[in-house]
């Protein structure tokens, strides 16, 4: 669908379904409720400024979460 490598796209949502047959280019994310503590945005922004750096993103997303090993021992 893309002419981008997956190695390269990430996709953020609160929902595993979003993302659930590319689970290492899936970055999991708190849902927002008008929390006036909530971070998860800053955090968010961190994250991926730190994954701009990165070769290949799916690599650096399965060692931070590690979903795809979670999913495999359901």
């Known amino acids: ?6 190695e390269k796209i990430v996709i953020v949502d609160n ?4 993302f659930v047959y590319q689970i290492n280019n899936g970055i999991p994310i708190l849902p927002f409720y008008s929390n006036d503590n909530d971070n998860e945005l800053q955090n968010l922004l961190d ?7 990165v070769k ?9 979460f590690g979903l795809s090993n979670k999913i495999s021992a359901l």
């Open 15 to 18: 929902s595993i379904l979003s």
């Open 47 to 53: 994250y991926l400024h730190f994954m701009s750096q």
């Open 56 to 64: 290949d993103v799916t690599k650096e997303i399965q060692k931070s």
């Open 1 to 6: 669908m893309f002419d981008i490598p997956m």
